[in-house]
T-cell receptor
């Protein structure tokens, strides 16, 4: 079945790196995504990675994919207070299946 | 506007009542999705449309839930005989195409509270 799991909370100091982890179960997923949700706002696509890639970098964001272990991570370099939000990973076959979300709290 | 629009943004109703939630997708997007997000949870898939037809309704929890998209644009999610457990934020998203390559654009959601 489809199941995407994430740790619930992460707290980091401003300027440090954040690493948010995700495990998924559907090996046929073609793309894997990271979405961001801020209070009172809609889900916003941050980045995605194609399943035949190991890594993708986009400015402060680095996505790592270990397809053998079905493990996905999102690293945010130089984390800022504006990065505080809930981050969802999602796998996609014909529809997005979301994880439970990781609440990132950035403190000064 | 240019984004996905959902109305109402907030709906409070009594147990047993009927509710309709509306989604206006981005113009030209053929795929439309409904998700439900309960407090502290990730979005849970309900149904998606490719054009006018429901391509996958496997996430609808029971027969009290129904969705339509008669002209391939605006969609309405209908909930009959609402229960307190239906309280959640109902999210709509659209994309240019369905399948793995299409980025989903989400609306801000309709918050449903069933008293």
């Amino acid at each position: 079945g489809e199941d995407v799991e994430q740790s619930l909370f992460l707290s980091v100091r401003e300027g440090d790196s954040s690493v948010i982890n995700c495990t998924y179960t559907d090996s046929s997923s073609t793309y894997l995504y990271w979405y961001k949700q801020e209070p009172g706002a809609g889900l916003q696509l941050l980045t995605y990675i194609f399943s035949n890639m190991d890594m993708k970098q986009d400015q402060r964001l680095t996505v790592l994919l270990n397809k053998k272990d079905k493990h996905l991570s999102l690293r945010i370099a130089d984390t800022q207070t504006g990065d505080s939000a809930i981050y969802f990973c999602a796998e996609n076959t014909d529809k997005l299946i979301f994880g439970t979300g990781t609440r990132l709290q950035v403190f000064p | 506007g240019a984004g996905v629009s959902q109305t109402p943004s907030n709906k409070v109703t009594e147990k047993g009542k009927y509710v309709e939630l509306r989604c206006d997708p981005i113009s030209g997007h053929t795929a439309l999705y409904w998700y439900r997000q309960s407090l502290g949870q990730g979005p849970e898939f309900l149904i998606y449309f490719q054009g006018t037809g429901a391509a996958d309704d496997s996430g609808l929890p029971n027969d009290r839930f129904f969705a339509v998209r008669p002209e391939g644009s605006v969609s309405t999610l209908k909930i009959q005989r609402t229960e307190r457990g239906d309280s959640a934020v109902y999210l709509c998203a659209s994309s240019l195409t369905s399948g793995a390559t299409g980025e989903l654009f989400f609306g801000e959601g309709s918050r449903l509270t069933v008293l």
